[in-house]
């Protein structure tokens, strides 16, 4: 069983910057594909980013890409979504996947999910 706690999320004026955090429970932490998506109010949740455990890969939305970067530090069993250059169109709730299969994440169908972390960005 993984539990899965989003922080960092905030308002902030387009052009800014902000981190997130999602910190993982469980010994087997390197082992999980993390990613993040997003859910704008009243649209389908949305992939943003994801990075794979065995190599280190990662896939992004092409509406962040150069934008946002994702990282993980396994020692600190933590996924982070360094977001730069925000805007408006950015705002939603992020959420945290993970899952053994990279595959899944990319795909929504991760087992395990956080509550989410509100992210505002006026113009």
């Known amino acids: 069983q993984v539990q899965l706690v989003e922080s960092g999320g905030g308002s902030v004026q387009a052009g800014e910057s902000l981190r997130l955090s999602c910190v993982a429970s469980g010994r087997t932490f390197r082992s999980y594909a993390m990613g993040w998506f997003r859910q704008a109010p009243g649209k389908e949740r949305d992939f943003v980013a994801a990075?794979?455990?065995?190599?280190?890969?990662?896939r992004y939305a092409d509406s962040v890409k150069g934008r946002f970067t994702i990282s993980r530090d396994n020692a600190k069993n933590t996924v982070y979504l360094q977001m730069n250059r925000l805007k408006p169109e950015d705002t939603a709730v992020y959420y945290c996947?993970?899952?053994?299969?990279?595959?899944?994440?990319?795909?929504?169908?991760?087992?395990?999910w956080g509550r989410g972390t509100q992210v505002t960005v006026s113009s």
């Open positions: 990075m794979n455990w065995s190599d280190g890969g990662t």
């Open positions: 996947t993970a899952d053994t299969s990279f595959v899944a994440v990319l795909r929504s169908t991760g087992d395990y």
